[in-house]
């Protein structure tokens, strides 16, 4: 699947400058990421963090379990944790192939008050079946999550405000689907390599004047 790459765009629409290149533009920041979109996508409350909560750049994901490209992805993303010890991931359920894919969004982020977000994120990547309820449900099973707690959390106003914050969002930056990459002042959309992840990250510490280190 190709990518694509495009600048953040500064201004009070938040909005995005789309197909942009922008190999050389980081460096520039010609487009800035406003503060308060940066906030918004990284520091949400509401958001999974994976890596290092304390790291010193982020790389937020938007993705969806019924996403075949997003589920490619689980497996290069823990390579990159492991290899980026000041890496900070979040998480962005964005459920757009429909009510499956919703269904497992929330089930997913009510598992956090479970403390078992990563097992059942894993899980579901990995299964066959479309995610809906029944496929849903019996993968929570599988990872000893208590049912009654997970559909009673599904409904809470945490998991709702952010998939709503999700869809806000990505209609404010004008994303076209998933998965996307947003690390700096730059997004990625597709299939990436761990070099073009790597890469991405790279980017964003210069643009934000951040080391590995």
């Given at each position: 699947m190709p990518t694509r790459r495009f600048v953040l765009a500064s201004g009070a629409a938040l909005g995005v400058v789309p197909a942009l290149p922008t190999f050389a533009?980081?460096?520039?920041?010609?487009?800035?990421?406003?503060?308060?979109?940066?906030?918004?996508l990284e520091r949400d409350p509401t958001s999974p963090v994976l890596g290092n909560?304390?790291?010193?750049?982020?790389l937020t994901e938007f993705f969806d379990y019924n996403c075949p490209f997003c589920k490619k992805m689980v497996g290069t993303i823990q390579q990159l944790i492991s290899s980026?010890?000041?890496?900070?991931?979040?998480?962005?359920?964005?459920?757009?192939?429909?009510?499956g894919s919703d269904f497992a969004a929330r089930a997913s982020l009510a598992?956090?008050?479970?403390?078992?977000?990563?097992?059942?994120?894993?899980?579901?990547?990995?299964?066959?079946?479309?995610a809906e309820e029944g496929s849903v449900m019996r993968v929570a099973r599988q990872v000893d999550?208590?049912?009654?707690?997970?559909?009673?959390?599904?409904?809470?106003?945490?998991?709702?405000?952010?998939?709503?914050?999700?869809?806000?969002?990505?209609?404010?930056?004008?994303?076209?689907?998933?998965?996307?990459?947003?690390?700096?002042?730059?997004?990625?959309?597709?299939?990436?390599?761990l070099d073009d992840l790597r890469e991405l990250i790279a980017r964003g510490r210069e643009a934000l004047g951040v080391s590995k280190a």
């Open positions: 533009q980081s460096a520039q920041r010609a487009n800035p990421m406003p503060e308060e979109l940066r906030q918004a909560p304390q790291g010193n750049i982020t980026d010890p000041q890496l900070r991931v979040t998480y962005r359920e964005w459920p757009v192939f429909g009510p598992s956090l008050q479970q403390r078992k977000y990563w097992q059942f994120h894993a899980a579901l990547m990995a299964m066959r079946d479309r999550l208590d049912e009654a707690k997970l559909r009673k959390d599904m409904q809470s106003e945490n998991v709702e405000t952010h998939i709503r914050n999700s869809a806000d969002l990505a209609q404010h930056m004008g994303l076209i689907g998933t998965p996307t990459f947003i690390c700096g002042d730059e997004a990625a959309f597709g299939e990436l390599s």
